[in-house]
């Protein structure tokens, strides 16, 4: 063991040439830790100069710092070591300097470092800062910072980089920031013009606050603008804020906030709030604005993601997408967003009670459909349910005896559902206003959650039920079933106008009220296989399994049982005397009532699969494989015994399979059994009574058909995965990414394609049919390893028209991308066509040309 000079230790050392893998040199003096040091060849220590010499892959640690090389020298008098590489016979430099210190690393071709000042001398040095990479003549390196003379700064991992920003000075605050003099920015060694006189490009290890520069541009229906600029807030390690704006000359503006939170094992999600409000010149834009030839609309949305990660009893979810009905239409340009006509919102909370059967949600949805106005939203709306319990069964033993199967079940739920659209009419106001459409805004959101828009209740329901064996291959399952309804709320039924000609309104009473209803039930069901077996060839043999199932439904009529505490007998007068009619006290409301008359109703039901068995080829583990001939063939239907005619209901036939593993084929068909029979035709109303006559060849006349036909495949030599994964990638990322894998590109996928046709017939009687066929299509071809071409397209066969068209071109420029966009026809006819740099250190190093689809001024917008 060698010590520094301090040491008492050195005088006992001579000169030596030794060959250890490892020599110590414990704390003595001005060293602040072990210093550890190794060579492949040789370790020489020269005592009188108080040197050592490394030869051959040298390596030295010191606390946390690394220095590797293929000579090292260190000098304990001076407390400096010199690293260098050595030529080989070839004249490469082998064995070139690699010094590590935590995060940091530097490669250069002499390093000259004091340990105990912890400053150095470096010479051509390479770094990488972030996601930049650093090239310098002279470097001198202090305990905070580099400071590099005849330096160039680039985001291009390669040797000679494509592109670079030279400086004749620059300091590097490790893990902070990157601070230039006077620089230039060179592409393909070539000077450009682009420049300034001082330069700071951030490499926070941490997110860090700071300002978000604006693009610039001009629209001609808008005029010129500074687009997305802003300031990011770093609140702290868990919480990020990116508040952007934009503006433009003509008068509209916007404002955007993103925010992103996360805890790490517990939860994690983002909430986007924007605002626009856009004018154009117009006249199919919005609303006019005074006496100006200007036309404005506003627009909001709303988007929060939440989910729990943690494994705990309880969880939190959230999926809020919520905004005015012209957002998308008017701000967004992602094509999935601006073809969806409905938006759907949904907060949720479990909790499931341990070592009971018992749990507890609660939620809140939204739904809106853009086309219509009409907003749907159910808050509260909470279920708590105990699950199936068997109280009979035994601890100890098969459990196979028909009382240990008998089961319990129960849950109870409640909600307010409430819609912008009144159930009832309710005309307009004395200022014109149409009362059956509250428009959505905070002066009418108290007005939707009450009646006539609004509807609440609760529903208790339990069930008791249980399985038996029966003719040893059926299965008999019969139940019971309770249902208690509270409502807050009940109709109170009279009649007005004269004696001879009454008409029956109704008020309704503020008041508790309840109502119960039971009904009986047990269905039959067993499964039925049939096997075909081959001793040749590949295919092995063929199932078929059918499964028929036969239920029974008993319900009283609970407008007479017990008298019929849920109806009301309303007499009416009319020309040919007094009637009386039972009407229900809660007709329309939430969870429904007891049913007026008896139900005594048979379902059936039949669904068949049909699969083979084939041998596998080259496949020792899994000689065989089943592969689906018909993956579902179903028909189901029912017949009403109580009712007095058309006993039988509509049925219904679908089947589903999968040929070659490609194409997906889905067939849905309704039969109506009875007949049609025409009275008349007025115009273009067809006026028809659907008679109590069973459709037969013999006697064909019109009846009901409804069909449709869904083809569709996915011809990608690998189909793509469902969810995309990576290693290197953040959850966040690969959350983003999945949910929006049409705005990034796949080069591992050398082409996809997926093609999907649509048919539907539907005619009612002596109606005229109406039929809908649709082609669409979309996918991606890579040309080569840097070029790939998307597009997604579609054909309205009945309508003869072209459907929504894009096309994107990418190209991979390594570290710059390529992407132009296009969308040829259309109300959003435009096109974008962007170079920029990868990094997003250097984000705003791009060029950019686009005309954005609003500035297509002589367009007719869609309503």
Not at 69 to 79: F, G, K, P, R, V
Not at 263 to 270: E, T
Not at 469 to 498: C, D, H
Not at 740 to 766: A, C, H, K, Q, T
Request: with cysteine; aromatic share 14%; hydrophobic share 35%.
């Amino acid at each position: 063991m060698l010590a520094p000079a301090e040491s008492t230790e050195a005088a006992a050392v001579t000169d030596t040439t030794g060959t250890s893998d490892s020599l110590n040199v414990k704390h003595k003096g001005d060293i602040e830790t072990t210093i550890k040091y190794s060579a492949r060849d040789s370790i020489r220590l020269d005592v009188v100069t108080q040197t050592a010499y490394l030869y051959g892959d040298a390596k030295i640690n010191y606390g946390d710092i690394t220095l590797e090389a293929e000579q090292i020298e260190i000098n304990w008098a001076t407390s400096t070591l010199t690293a260098v590489g050595v030529p080989d016979s070839l004249g490469k430099v082998k064995g070139v300097p690699l010094f590590k210190e935590k995060e940091d690393k530097y490669s250069a071709n002499i390093i000259k470092y004091n340990f105990k000042t912890r400053k150095g001398i470096i010479s051509d040095i390479v770094t990488q800062q972030g996601e930049g990479y650093i090239q310098g003549e002279k470097v001198k390196r202090t305990d905070e910072a580099l400071f590099i003379n005849s330096a160039i700064y680039t985001t291009c991992n390669l040797a000679h980089p494509h592109f670079h920003i030279s400086a004749n000075k620059l300091k590097v605050i490790p893990q902070d920031k990157i601070v230039t003099g006077p620089f230039n920015l060179y592409v393909a060694d070539v000077p450009t013009p682009l420049g300034f006189i001082l330069g700071i490009f951030p490499v926070p290890k941490k997110n860090k606050s700071g300002l978000i520069f604006p693009m610039y541009g001009e629209s001609r229906d808008r005029g010129f603008f500074l687009r997305n600029g802003g300031y990011y807030f770093a609140i702290n390690d868990y919480i990020g804020s990116r508040l952007i704006g934009e503006v433009y000359t003509l008068g509209s503006y916007g404002l955007q906030s993103q925010t992103d939170y996360i805890s790490r094992y517990k939860f994690r999600g983002n909430l986007d709030l924007a605002f626009n409000h856009r004018k154009s010149t117009n006249p199919n834009f919005g609303v006019a604005e005074g006496a100006k030839e200007f036309y404005f609309v506003d627009d909001y949305k709303i988007v929060w993601n939440h989910q729990t990660v943690s494994k705990k009893n309880s969880k939190l979810s959230a999926g809020v997408n919520f905004g005015s009905t012209t957002f998308n239409r008017n701000n967004s340009y992602n094509p999935a967003a601006y073809l969806t006509n409905t938006m759907t919102s949904s907060i949720s909370y479990s909790k499931f009670f341990g070592g009971t059967p018992f749990n507890l949600s609660l939620a809140a949805r939204s739904t809106q459909n853009n086309n219509t106005g009409v907003y749907d939203f159910t808050f509260p709306d909470f279920a708590f349910n105990m699950n199936r319990i068997y109280p009979f069964k035994k601890k100890i033993g098969d459990g196979n005896s028909w009382y240990e199967k008998i089961n319990i079940s129960y849950s109870s739920v409640g909600s307010i559902q409430a819609r912008n659209v009144s159930g009832v009419p309710r005309g307009r106001n004395a200022e014109g206003e149409n009362l059956d459409t509250l428009k959505l805004n905070f002066n009418n959101l108290g007005k939707i959650f009450a009646p006539p828009y609004a509807k609440s209740g609760l529903r208790h329901s339990a069930s008791l039920a249980t399985t038996i064996k029966a003719l040893k291959y059926f299965n008999l399952n019969p139940s019971a079933n309770f249902n208690e309804y509270m409502y807050f709320n009940r109709l109170n039924y009279r009649t007005i106008g004269p004696d001879t000609n009454q008409t029956i309104t109704f008020d309704t009473l503020r008041r508790f009220s309840n109502a119960y209803d039971f009904n009986f039930s047990t269905d039959l069901t067993t499964r039925v296989f049939g096997s075909v077996y081959f001793k040749k060839g590949r295919l092995m043999g063929v199932r078929h399994t059918l499964i028929p199932t036969l239920n029974y439904t008993y319900r009283p009529d609970f407008s007479k049982l017990f008298g019929g505490p849920s109806y009301q007998v309303v007499p009416v007068g009319t020309s040919a005397g007094e009637v009386t009619q039972s009407l229900s006290r809660y007709n329309g409301f939430l969870y429904g009532a007891p049913g007026q008359g008896t139900s005594n109703l048979l379902s059936f039901s039949l669904n068949n699969t049909l699969e083979a068995k084939v041998k596998t080829k080259n496949d020792s583990v899994n000689p065989t494989k089943k592969v689906p001939i018909l993956e579902n063939v179903s028909m189901n239907g029912s017949y009403d015994f109580t009712a007095d005619s058309l006993n039988l209901s509509l049925i219904n036939f679908s089947a589903r399979t999968k040929l070659f593993n490609r194409l997906d084929i889905n067939f849905n068909y309704t039969y109506d059994p009875y007949v049609y029979q025409l009275d008349s035709i007025i115009g273009t109303t067809v006026y028809q009574r659907r008679v109590d006559e069973l459709q037969t060849v013999k006697g064909f006349r019109s009846r009901s058909q409804l069909y449709s036909l869904m083809l569709s495949t996915n011809l990608n030599p690998t189909a793509k995965k469902k969810n995309y994964k990576d290693p290197k990638a953040s959850q966040a990322d690969l959350d983003v990414i999945n949910a929006n894998p049409e705005m990034y590109v796949d080069f591992n996928i050398p082409w996809s394609m997926y093609v999907s046709y649509n048919l539907s017939y539907s005619r009612v009687g002596f109606n005229l049919g109406n039929t809908i066929q649709t082609l669409s299509f979309n996918g991606d071809l890579r040309i080569s390893e840097k070029w790939k071409i998307g597009f997604n397209s579609g054909y309205d066969i009945t309508n003869a028209a072209v459907t929504y068209t894009q096309i994107n071109v990418y190209r991979d420029l390594h570290c710059w991308e390529m992407r132009f966009n296009w969308i040829p026809f259309g109300y959003r006819q435009s096109y974008s066509f962007d170079i920029n740099v990868k990094a997003s250190v250097l984000q705003d190093l791009k060029l950019n040309r686009k005309r954005d689809w609003y500035d297509n001024s002589l367009r007719t917008a869609p309503r």
